[in-house]
């Protein structure tokens, strides 16, 4: 009887500081999003969002390989640019820009418009500025984000753009909620990453992602899949929608 009736004590209690304090509930609630597990992939951090391990981050000293000559032939990135039917006054986000690769081959297609180069790494976005001045482009924007916040105003972007980065957020969820109010209502995310659903591509099973997975993740911020294109040799090409306010 004495537990029984310290059980009920210590759940009035709980209860009550639950009702009291609704901020430390949902505190709760969000830990419960991801999973941590001890025994993982040594490619992973052992964090897992909706059944998926996220991948480990590739760090600054790597940003050597992200301008390497061989990338237009292995991932035709100049073929991503054309599929994103961009508009000259469209302020697209480039998230995980790191050393701007994409940003400075979009940046001269919107002539009225901008890119919002956003990375955490601070290191990246010297390399952004760097090459700001040596390019002598004007509307590129580096932006700093925390692991859980991209830092974009709301309603200010028409597209947002991760190419082979969404795989190795920490926070995804957060990162993609902030996404989505900085989208404006019909705003766009495309996502690009290599193909999961092929085992013969030669990348790291973590830095591959299936069309079903990231269907899913998308789903639980709220955005609605539009379309798919396999156009590229390796990469799914994925299309999404933030629903308008009248819709």
């Known amino acids: 009887m004495p537990n029984f009736l310290h059980f009920i004590v210590t759940f009035v209690v709980i209860l009550s500081c639950s009702l009291l304090n609704p901020t430390l509930t949902a505190q709760a609630a969000t830990v419960t999003v991801y999973e941590h597990r001890i025994i993982h992939s040594p490619d992973g951090i052992g964090k897992y969002y909706i059944g998926r391990e996220i991948a480990q981050v590739m760090g600054y000293t790597g940003a050597g390989w992200l301008e390497r000559p061989s990338r237009e032939r292995e991932e035709q990135p100049s073929k991503v640019i054309s599929l994103l039917n961009l508009k000259p006054n469209d302020v697209v986000a480039d998230i995980g820009a790191g050393t701007g ?33 040596e390019k002598n482009i004007t509307n590129i924007e580096p932006v700093l ?8 105003p709301s309603e200010s972007i028409d597209l947002a753009l991760m190419v082979d980065a969404y795989h190795e957020l920490e926070y995804p969820q957060e990162v993609m909620q902030g996404i989505v109010k900085a989208l404006k209502p019909g705003g766009k995310v495309v996502l690009v990453e290599y193909r999961g659903e092929n085992p013969f591509i030669m990348i790291k099973r973590l830095h591959k992602m299936t069309q079903k997975q990231v269907r899913k993740e998308m789903q639980a911020v709220g955005l609605v899949w539009r379309e798919t294109k396999n156009l590229l040799p390796q990469q799914h090409l994925m299309v999404f929608e933030k629903p308008s306010t009248n819709s």
Request: hydrophobic share 50%.
């Open 101 to 133: 690769y994409l940003s400075f081959r979009i940046a001269p297609l919107l002539t009225t418009g901008k890119v919002l180069a956003v990375d955490v790494q601070p290191e990246m976005l010297e390399i952004i500025e760097l090459f700001k001045k």
């Open 145 to 152: 984000a925390t692991f859980t916040d991209p830092n974009l």
